[in-house]
């Protein structure tokens, strides 16, 4: 009687534990929702006005969410907007979104800086048609020692920018700096 009540737990365990791809689909629906507010991608228009315009949309995301650990929901990313930093504790997510890139060549870099999480990134881009591309994938290592890793992405002009990490350890944390820059 004890072998099957511990097979059945086991298998309850097993079926009920549900194991999340590394993915961008939270970036990817904000960043739909970003060309739904925004329109048709303009290549024509300048690069300063825009800047203005994204740093309102900024201000009001930032005071809402304050784009720290509590922020439900991808966070912004800004193109040669400096670092932003964090934490991502074991078995959770944390997904950057950038405004539609000026640039053809971007550069992210993404800098564990402690912990010892084994974390996985992917980077994806989204054009104003909606559809998504996976442009890159990574895994951090399991292990205390820092790590710079640099992902260069091409063909990124009029496309949103989507960075999602995800914790794959239990009980370590993974903590980083991410920055965005034309390259």
Do not use: H
């Amino acid at each position: 009687m004890k072998k099957l009540i511990t097979i059945i737990v086991i298998a309850l365990f097993a079926f009920s534990y549900q194991a999340e791809a590394q993915n961008c689909n939270q970036g990817a629906k904000l960043a739909q929702k970003t060309w739904e507010k925004w329109g048709p991608w303009k290549p024509n228009i300048q690069l300063i006005p825009f800047k203005n315009e994204v740093n309102k949309i900024k201000n009001v995301w930032n005071w809402i969410a304050s784009n720290g650990g509590a922020n439900i929901g991808p966070r912004f990313l800004e193109l040669d907007g400096g670092n932003e930093q964090g934490s991502i504790a074991g078995q959770t997510k944390r997904t950057f979104v950038t405004p539609p890139s000026f640039y053809e060549k971007v550069e992210i870099t993404i800098n564990k800086y402690d912990g010892k999480a084994k974390t996985g990134v992917v980077i994806c881009v989204q054009g104003r048609n909606g559809v998504t591309q996976q442009r890159a994938t990574y895994e951090f290592p399991n292990g205390k020692n820092g790590k710079v890793k640099k992902f260069t992405l091409n063909n990124v002009k009029g496309k949103i920018i989507i960075v999602a990490m995800r914790n794959k350890s239990v009980g370590n944390k993974f903590k980083y700096r991410i920055n965005a820059k034309k390259k």
